[in-house]
């Protein structure tokens, strides 16, 4: 007598509806916290990017005598006084993709003084989480 052995060379159904639940599980638990970190993560990255853009400002500042009209002036500019460029190359845009919002001011304490600002995602003043501003 012959004996025959079988060979198992795959998976069920049944193990492979398991694997799937257990994935969707953890992809559901996981998920969103991932994301949550990315937001975080652009907040962090707008404000690291406008730190390096007010210390290039604070050096034209200190070579010219007052900050320039717009930030474009840091790398590039017909006045004489001028040393730079003070940003190694094109003014990056916040992490949404969009401008930043710079604009000079006076303040009666120490005088002149800038403002720089992200809108966030929604491309509007305000808002809240994602969608609020970022201020330097």
């Known amino acids: 007598m012959r004996s025959y052995k079988r060979i198992n060379k795959g998976f069920t159904l049944v193990e492979l509806l398991i694997v ?3 994935l969707g599980l953890l ?9 949550s970190k990315v937001s975080s993560a652009k907040v962090g990255t707008a404000k690291a990017q406008m730190q390096v853009i007010a ?15 717009n930030l474009d002036q840091l790398v590039k ?3 004489p006084a001028w040393d ?3 940003f190694p190359k ?5 992490p949404w993709k969009n401008d930043y919002e710079y604009n ?12 720089l600002k992200s ?3 929604d491309k509007k003043p305000g808002g809240e989480g994602e969608d609020s501003d970022v201020e330097f």
């Open 55 to 69: 210390t290039a400002l604070d050096s034209y500042r200190l070579d010219i005598g007052y900050y320039p009209d």
């Open 27 to 35: 992809s559901a638990i996981v998920a969103p916290r991932m994301f």
């Open 77 to 79: 500019s017909e006045d």
């Open 104 to 115: 000079r001011t006076k303040n009666e304490q120490t005088g002149e003084d800038f403002s």
């Open 84 to 86: 730079g460029p003070y």
């Open 20 to 22: 799937m639940v257990i």
């Open 119 to 121: 809108l966030g995602r």
């Open 90 to 94: 094109a003014i990056p845009l916040d």
